[in-house]
């Protein structure tokens, strides 16, 4: 699939991989080791902010939500019994606070313009091709519903399987396969020439 084109020149700006050894990892969290924390805390946050931005389009909610999620790691490192990836579950955590948090502030979910702002510079050679993908991607995954934009999110950004989605939404892997079809279905309506291709 060409899409995964798009996720490797992503990556290419982050990093988006899960923390080495994470089984010791959460075991170091469960006994209050703050390093331990600090060094998931490296990893996950930016991949979070850009989850929530894409998400939520509310950067005043984005904070909120990676810290409540990360509380939840921080105090309840003993619910993660290993069944899944630790980015499956942080990722999960991450989504279930910030549907509440929408409904909390009582404001429909695509409102608002996408936050197109990059997370890394690109380097030189990469700076106007890598925006301009950027920017067309946010503003076409913008107009999605938010379980649309959160699975497309987590397949071409994050390089999660339906499997892993389906356990971070909370729905069975058909729902993930149709929101993504569906997904792709707008994207390609919305984006022209090659861009539309690699969906």
């Known amino acids: 699939m060409r899409g995964h084109g798009i ?19 959460i075991a170091r ?9 600090e060094a998931l805390y490296k990893c996950y946050h930016p991949r979070l902010t850009r989850f929530l931005r894409n998400m939520i389009h509310r950067p005043q909610l984005v904070e909120e939500v990676i810290h409540d999620t990360l509380m939840v790691v921080w105090n309840r490192p ?7 990836k630790l980015s499956t579950w942080i990722f999960g ?21 996408p936050d197109t ?42 390089g999660l399987g339906y499997r892993e989605i389906a356990e971070i939404m909370g729905c ?3 729902t993930v396969k149709t929101r993504m079809f569906h997904a792709r279905r707008h994207l390609k309506r919305l984006l022209a020439g090659e861009l539309a291709d690699w969906l």
């Open 172 to 174: 069975p892997v058909d």
């Open 29 to 37: 969290i469960a006994a209050h080791d703050l390093r331990a924390f």
């Open 78 to 84: 003993d619910s993660f019994h290993g069944d899944s």
């Open 7 to 25: 996720a490797r020149r992503w990556n290419r700006l982050s990093a988006d991989r899960d923390v080495p050894d994470d089984r010791q990892l």
């Open 117 to 158: 702002s990059p997370s890394t510079d690109p380097g030189p050679d990469q700076r106007v091709n890598d925006e301009t993908i950027r920017r067309a991607l946010s503003e076409a995954i913008g107009t999605l519903s938010a379980d649309h934009r959160a699975v497309v999110d987590l397949t071409y950004f994050h």
């Open 93 to 113: 955590i991450a989504y279930r606070k910030a549907l509440k948090a929408v409904r909390r502030e009582d404001d429909p979910i695509a409102s608002g313009p």
